[in-house]
């Protein structure tokens, strides 16, 4: 999963970042609310972690813009305490949830797998396609009930195509749900951790679909 951490304090911001990478997740910090705008001009996220209070603009005045233009991504903001009328006119905006500081990163990680069951239309973490069960919170994978070790990265990929398992998902895609800004990356990463997961799923789980990318074959599903 990719994050946008849209927080000024330098030590809440990079806090949240190192926590969230330590739980697998790509995770990038801005400062501002126009340093957010090109990042979310720039890349996709699949959730931006929203703090209220900027210094080139409140965080509502971003929501605001990112829903009159249609963007239906999860939005968490925090706020402070006793900021009541925030949170309300945060939900109302549309925020998918709110976390008043100071916050456990727990408590945060939970919302955000919780925000993220919603918004894929699961009632639990778990992922389910076919036989295969893999579980984010646990970072664990299973077929048919025998468990499968997996890598970091492989974890990710496999992931992602089963949370969008009707879909094709090209390189970009996958790179930018993987790798967060600062990252090493090779030019042939995603190649090399797809043929590791056919080793130990079978060649014919994930297909290549030429010149575009990756999808899980439909008998699995």
């Given at each position: 999963m990719r994050i946008l951490i849209v927080e000024d304090d330098r030590i809440i911001g990079s806090g949240l970042q190192s926590?969230?990478?330590?739980k697998d997740w790509a995770a990038d910090w801005v400062g501002s609310k126009s340093q957010a705008l090109s990042a979310l001009k720039a890349e996709h996220f699949d959730l931006i972690i929203l703090d209220i209070g900027l210094p080139d603009g409140s965080g509502l005045e971003l929501l605001k813009l990112l829903r009159a233009e249609g963007?239906?991504?999860a939005v968490l903001i925090l706020t402070a305490r006793d900021a009541i009328e925030d949170r309300i006119h945060g939900l109302d905006l549309g925020a998918d949830d709110y976390l008043t500081k100071p916050f456990d990163l727990q408590e945060l990680a939970a919302r955000v797998r919780a925000i993220t069951r919603r918004h894929q239309g699961r009632g639990s973490n778990a992922v389910i396609v076919g036989d295969l069960h893999l579980d984010p919170e646990g970072h664990t994978l299973s077929r048919n009930g025998e468990s499968i070790a997996l890598s970091r990265r492989e974890f990710g990929i496999?992931?992602?195509l089963m949370e969008s398992s009707d879909k094709v998902l090209t390189h970009e895609m996958l790179e930018q749900k993987l790798y967060g800004w600062g990252d090493e990356l090779d030019s042939n990463a995603i190649q090399v951790h797809v043929h590791h997961l056919r080793k130990k799923l079978g060649p014919d789980l994930i297909r290549t679909i030429r010149g575009v990318g990756?999808?899980?074959d439909a008998s699995t599903q």
């Amino acid at each position: 999963m990719r994050i946008l951490i849209v927080e000024d304090d330098r030590i809440i911001g990079s806090g949240l970042q190192s926590g969230l990478r330590q739980k697998d997740w790509a995770a990038d910090w801005v400062g501002s609310k126009s340093q957010a705008l090109s990042a979310l001009k720039a890349e996709h996220f699949d959730l931006i972690i929203l703090d209220i209070g900027l210094p080139d603009g409140s965080g509502l005045e971003l929501l605001k813009l990112l829903r009159a233009e249609g963007s239906s991504q999860a939005v968490l903001i925090l706020t402070a305490r006793d900021a009541i009328e925030d949170r309300i006119h945060g939900l109302d905006l549309g925020a998918d949830d709110y976390l008043t500081k100071p916050f456990d990163l727990q408590e945060l990680a939970a919302r955000v797998r919780a925000i993220t069951r919603r918004h894929q239309g699961r009632g639990s973490n778990a992922v389910i396609v076919g036989d295969l069960h893999l579980d984010p919170e646990g970072h664990t994978l299973s077929r048919n009930g025998e468990s499968i070790a997996l890598s970091r990265r492989e974890f990710g990929i496999l992931q992602a195509l089963m949370e969008s398992s009707d879909k094709v998902l090209t390189h970009e895609m996958l790179e930018q749900k993987l790798y967060g800004w600062g990252d090493e990356l090779d030019s042939n990463a995603i190649q090399v951790h797809v043929h590791h997961l056919r080793k130990k799923l079978g060649p014919d789980l994930i297909r290549t679909i030429r010149g575009v990318g990756y999808t899980l074959d439909a008998s699995t599903q």
